[in-house]
């Protein structure tokens, strides 16, 4: 079921960042004691475990600058799981935009797709509402990773966590926990690797803030910075990613559209959302 | 994305474009040659060769476009063009060249949109005692040993006709596949019309692709020597899933036109002082 670990760690949405406006607040827990550095590790290993009655949303946006050229492109994902079984149904859409710019070339395009997953007569059918395609097949798996979001998904989010109670974990001086209130904390990493002096050919910063409530993770928020150069005379080239995924768990649904004069496609022709 | 990694062989060229846009100037021009010599059609098979042989200065201007159908909203349709400017001027060391293409490509489905789009321009020669490729675009430039190396390498192409087979011999087609018009009376001007079917087996019965490709050239006598003056192209392309099956719609278009002139011209290497070595 790996599309549906990849889902579970997966996507976004800006919708609930008012949720976080006050991202900086709380309580800086000194000293933070090994029970609740393993409750931690266990929501994010959550993610990973977590199939159904889960809403995740979110939107990732690159910008490349350089000396010779621009690029600017985002990424956008929501995903679904509601019920099991024969109520099992699930959604999820996607959206990608981008342009590149130089002296003499340009590249720009967009793309989107939204799928529906829901059993029908011991087989399961994936519909896409734009192209207005069915497809059928009897393997779960198989229909959920034609969806492709779950490639979307690893891309939004970019980096894999390691772990806080761990002995290969993050060193104390690359997180701080805070409280938010009663079983509800925010998480701030800090990565830096490289030195962005002027013999370093790459340098990249990364903060993480990870956002768990009743032993559930509900937001993730990432921003990363990278530099690069080819030699110490060359400018640096910039890239800034930043990544804004929430999830909810509590009145998951999903309505199966009226798919009525829906085409009946193979596998190999079923539509999804190609990434950059 | 078979359209796009088509699209992204595509090219070139189109100045010319206007100045053709009559291809009906030329294309309704001449006088059919009812029953055509052997000697006539060998002196239009050997232009082909002329050209490869041909020293004198040159401009080519051409223009290309190729199209992708499909009657499927979620597979992309696609069209790429592009216009190109050449030119040669002077042989062996004292050779110098130019050229220019643009190309846009767009791809669209119901669920996606691309377009791309580029330019390029370059200059070879030899400067010093080096044998430079410069492109303006991005103010680089490599270095070759040897004129012959610079200009293979180079990609800027020889006075050629792309996609000229079919002119090797014209002796064997039937009138409806060629006809040959005098655009003089003296066998030193031609416009020639050639429509070919084709497919990817040797017999319909067992292809999955059609091709009917009409090609139309001027051709002018310079200096004494049959060369050139137009060639333009249209291969429309069909496929079917079985060969039992009945031809489908258009599937694929590609088109170009090269006009080709062969006056004196002159051409100034950039000041590349400042270029970067391209790696």
């Known amino acids: 079921m790996k599309f549906l670990k990849s889902l579970s760690v997966c996507a976004m949405a800006l919708a609930s960042m008012f949720v976080f406006a006050g991202c900086n607040s709380g309580t800086l827990v000194e000293n933070p004691s090994d029970e609740l550095k393993l409750a931690l590790d266990t929501a994010v290993s959550a993610m990973s475990t977590t199939t159904t009655d889960y809403k995740a949303t979110g939107i990732k946006t690159y910008d490349v600058s350089s000396d010779s050229y621009t690029m600017t492109a985002s990424i956008s994902a929501e995903v679904i799981l509601s019920g099991s079984g024969a109520d099992f149904k699930a959604y999820s859409k996607g959206v990608q935009s981008g342009h590149q710019y130089s002296d003499y070339s340009s590249y720009v395009m967009s793309s989107n797709c939204e799928f529906y997953v829901e059993p029908v007569a011991e087989l399961y059918a994936l519909y896409e509402t734009r192209s207005q395609t069915t497809m059928t097949t009897s393997s779960l798996d198989s229909a959920l990773s034609k969806v492709s979001l779950s490639d979307n998904q690893a891309e939004l989010i970019g980096f894999t966590f390691k772990s806080f109670a761990g002995e290969d974990g993050y060193s104390a001086s690359e997180y701080s926990i805070y409280s938010l209130g009663t079983d509800s904390y925010r998480v701030d990493i800090e990565i830096i690797e490289g ?33 690069s150069r080819h030699t110490i005379n060359d400018a640096w080239e910039t890239t800034t990613a930043t990544c804004d995924i929430c999830f909810s768990y509590d009145n998951i649904a999903v309505t199966i559209p009226n798919t009525t004069g829906y085409v009946t496609v193979s596998s190999s022709d079923f539509p999804q959302v190609d990434l950059f | 994305m078979k359209i796009l990694k088509t699209m992204t062989t595509l090219a070139f060229a189109c100045a010319c474009l206007f100045t053709f846009a009559g291809c009906d100037w030329f294309g309704n021009s001449g006088t059919l040659i009812e029953d055509p010599t052997d000697t006539q059609l060998n002196a239009i098979s050997g232009a082909v060769a002329n050209m490869e042989a041909y020293t004198g200065d040159y401009t080519i201007t051409a223009s290309e476009e190729q199209y992708s159908y499909s009657n499927v909203s979620y597979e992309p349709s696609g069209v790429a063009k592009g216009t190109m400017v050449e030119r040669r001027k002077g042989t062996g060391d004292s050779m110098v060249g130019y050229q220019k293409t643009t190309v846009t490509e767009q791809s669209k489905s119901v669920n996606s949109e691309i377009t791309y789009t580029s330019t390029a321009e370059k200059y070879i020669g030899k400067v010093g005692e080096e044998y430079l490729r410069l492109d303006t675009t991005d103010q680089t430039k490599r270095t070759y040993t040897t004129m012959e190396a610079l200009i293979s390498g180079s990609g800027i192409a020889s006075l050629e006709v792309s996609n000229a087979d079919p002119f090797d011999d014209l002796t064997g087609y039937t009138t409806d596949e060629l006809q040959v018009y005098a655009l003089s009376d003296d066998d030193t001007s031609f416009r020639i019309v050639l429509t070919l079917t ?30 050139f003056s137009t060639f333009e192209q249209t291969t429309l392309m069909y496929d079917r899933e079985n060969t039992t099956d009945s031809w489908g719609e258009l599937d694929g278009k590609i088109y170009f036109l090269y006009n080709y002139t062969y006056s004196s011209i002159s ?13």
């Open chain 1, 195 to 227: 030195s962005l002096d002027s013999a370093s050919i790459a340098y990249e910063k990364m903060n993480i803030n990870l956002y768990v409530t009743d032993g559930k993770v509900v937001q993730i928020k990432t921003a990363d910075v990278s530099k």
């Open chain 2, 267 to 279: 051409i100034v290497l950039p000041d590349a002082t400042n270029y970067e070595e391209d790696i």
């Open chain 2, 198 to 227: 084709r497919y990817d087996e040797e017999l319909e019965e067992n292809a999955t692709t059609k091709y009917v490709v009409t090609s139309e050239a001027t051709l002018i006598t310079i200096n004494g020597t049959l060369l």
